[in-house]
């Protein structure tokens, strides 16, 4: 270090002590989840998955909670961190309120397993049942599949789901009504209803226009609201219903 | 990877395997559309309805039965009033049918709470229509 004694233009951060209330579930010793608190160290610029870490590396081990990327893009630790579905490794402790523990709790809707961690399988069945690839007409591909930006514009926004479904654990019908097919299957399917390449539209539409369909959206705004991609998930819904309106009445 | 071999320690059970068979309806699109449609009219029917019967005029205090046996004899407003009544009638039981398969959880529930929510609101909108349509002004 060279001699500088004049005070630094930025303060070093200072860690500071965090509370987490986090919810638990051992299904070889609990009969019921039960909260739980455990208090580490934190700087502001800290994730909630950072909090994770250090909880399951410093205090218990037992803490269950799925991860991958850590960095907002493989959609594995969708949770929900004071009543809000987040991502944990999105979540900066600054912008939470740390005055109060900081409740985080597994999403909600689908079958809990242990501590943090779901059933998945009744989230990417109702995925996969909106037919979530691009269907070709004809006997292509014999030449390149052509798209002008403005077309490509046309269902970006449904384009940057991860499939972690913060939307859908989020969603008040899903919560109650097990067949819906929720927020984040519409999504994948309004991404290829829009698309110019697809020709699968129609079968899409008729698969969600089933009594368990878009029409089960009460628009309550909450998967948008709930997105880590900043998709418009509720506008992405209705676009689905317009579609389905529009073309065939 | 299938069902839970105990029982889950939620509130909801494990969710049923989708069994989304394709049976083609259009009946949630229409009861959806119908929803917006009769919100519109029901806006100006209603707040219509208000205002003649509560503010124009002297208000709510010329109302007696000379006052609706004179509604009554005029085709327009028993449309008006027939209109309102099914309108009305139908965009409620719609809404509360919602509200039954949102929170009902347990599928004879459901369908009692909805029998129910249709014998009443069937009686009600031919009880309606029957005194639109036989209104005797020489009654009494």
């Known amino acids: 270090m060279t001699a500088t004694v004049e005070t630094p233009a930025f303060a070093a951060p200072v860690a500071s002590e965090v509370t987490f209330r986090i919810r638990r579930f051992q299904p070889e010793l609990d009969e019921e989840p039960h909260w739980e608190d455990y208090t580490v160290a934190l700087y502001p610029t800290d994730r909630v998955l950072t909090a994770l870490e250090k909880i399951k590396g410093e205090i218990d081990g037992t803490l269950t909670f799925r991860r991958s990327c850590g960095h907002g893009i493989c959609g594995s630790d969708a949770m929900r961190i004071n009543g809000r579905n987040r991502l944990a490794c999105k979540t900066l402790v600054k912008d939470l309120d740390i005055s109060k523990p900081i409740t985080v709790e597994a999403i909600k809707g689908l079958p809990l397993e242990k501590d943090l961690v779901v059933d998945m399988d009744p989230f990417f069945a109702a995925y996969r049942s909106v037919l979530p690839f691009l269907i070709p007409e004809g006997h292509e591909p014999s030449k390149e599949r052509l798209q002008s930006a403005e077309e490509r514009a046309r269902f970006d926004d449904t384009t940057k789901c991860i499939l972690c479904a913060c939307c859908t654990t989020s969603c008040p019908v899903y919560w109650t009504d097990d067949q819906y097919f929720g927020p984040a299957a519409i999504v994948a399917a309004n991404r290829f209803i829009f698309d110019s390449r697809d020709a699968g539209a129609e079968q899409r539409l008729e698969i969600l226009n089933a009594k368990e369909g878009v029409w089960r959206c009460r628009t309550t705004f909450n998967c948008t609201d709930a997105c880590p991609r900043g998709i418009e998930v509720t506008k992405a819904i209705q676009e689905v219903k317009r579609a389905l309106i529009f073309r065939r009445v | ?140």
Not at chain 2, 64 to 81: C, E, H, I, K, Y
Not at chain 2, 97 to 110: F, G, K, L, S, V
């Open chain 2, 1 to 140: 990877m299938s069902a839970p071999t105990q029982p889950g320690p939620m509130s909801i059970p494990a969710p049923r395997t989708p069994q989304r068979n394709s049976q083609r309806s259009n009946l949630e699109l229409y009861s959806w559309l119908f929803m917006r449609i009769s919100g519109i009219v029901l806006i100006f029917l209603v707040l219509g309805h208000l205002l003649i019967m509560n503010v124009l005029d002297g208000g709510v205090q010329r109302i007696n039965f000379a006052f609706v046996a004179g509604r009554w004899s005029s085709p327009f407003w028993q449309t008006w009033d027939l209109l309102m009544l099914w309108l009305a009638m139908i965009h409620g039981t719609n809404g509360m049918r919602t509200i039954i398969n949102d929170y009902a959880e347990r599928d004879q529930t459901r369908f009692w709470l909805k029998m129910l929510l249709y014998v009443a609101s069937g009686f009600t909108v031919l009880l309606g229509t029957l005194v639109i349509f036989t209104f005797d002004p020489n009654i009494g």
